[in-house]
């Protein structure tokens, strides 16, 4: 399976810290983003890394992929109450059959504390 | 603003009585999809359209359909609810589909279904 594994399944942290949420994956991929989702709402996108690519940076988010150990991580700085949510890993990949796929992990549970 | 409109946001059915989830986009986009997300797991793809090409999962039930009638709207037809099918329903949409491509996904709010 391409499934993402997020590390740790939940963390909880004070408002102004920093936040690393890491995923593990299985095979090759084409890229891999992070989305958020908020309780009982639709997912957003926050960033996309192709397989080429080793970091990349969108405001307070700091993405890292390492594809010879197939992980990467997701860096939130300076926390926020808003910050908290979901956050979920998802690799896009060849799937068979001329098929292509965005397969998500089972997310982290970000709680952050005013 | 260009969006993913689900309706209805929460929809109730009774065991065995067919229900259908709509989705609705206005961002032109070639390529829609329909997620079952049950509670604290992964979104799992159902099945997406590549324009009016159809793609259904390996292992997405029979129970379990779709319509693509125009490039905007897409249906997930539930046939006949079982207990295990409440779950939130995502439908998303990307501009193409492919490799090498930045296939970000844009998901609407999603319809929580219960079923009695």
């Known amino acids: 399976s391409q499934q993402g594994e997020e590390d740790p399944q939940a963390l909880s942290i004070q408002e102004g810290e920093n936040a690393t949420m890491n995923c593990s994956y299985k095979?090759?991929?084409?890229?891999l983003q992070w989305y958020r989702q908020n309780s009982g709402r639709g997912l957003v996108h926050l960033i996309l890394?192709?397989?080429?690519?080793r970091e990349k940076h969108s405001g307070r988010l700091r993405v890292t992929l390492d594809t010879s150990k197939k992980s990467s991580s997701l860096l939130i700085t300076a926390s926020r109450a808003a910050d908290t949510a979901s956050y979920f890993c998802?690799?896009?990949?060849?799937?068979?059959?001329?098929?292509?796929?965005?397969?998500f992990g089972k997310g982290t549970k970000l709680s952050v504390i005013p | 603003d260009a969006m993913v409109i689900q309706n209805p946001r929460y929809q109730v059915t009774q065991f065995g009585k067919p229900v259908t989830l709509s989705c609705s986009q206005t961002?032109?986009?070639?390529?829609m999809y329909w997620y079952q997300q049950k509670s604290s797991q992964a979104p799992k793809l159902l099945f997406h359209?590549?324009?009016?090409?159809f793609n259904n999962e390996a292992d997405t039930p029979d129970n379990f359909q779709s319509r693509r009638p125009n490039t905007s709207f897409c249906f997930l037809d539930i046939r006949s609810p079982g207990l295990g099918d409440a779950a939130m329903y995502l439908c998303?949409?990307?501009?193409?589909w492919g490799a090498g491509l930045d296939n970000e996904q844009f998901f609407g709010p999603g319809t929580r279904l219960t079923v009695l």
């Open positions: 998303a949409t990307s501009r193409d």
């Open positions: 095979t090759s991929i084409n890229n």
């Open positions: 890394i192709r397989s080429n690519e």
């Open positions: 998802a690799t896009d990949a060849y799937s068979g059959a001329g098929s292509y796929q965005l397969t």
């Open positions: 961002l032109n986009h070639n390529v």
């Open positions: 359209y590549y324009d009016k090409d």
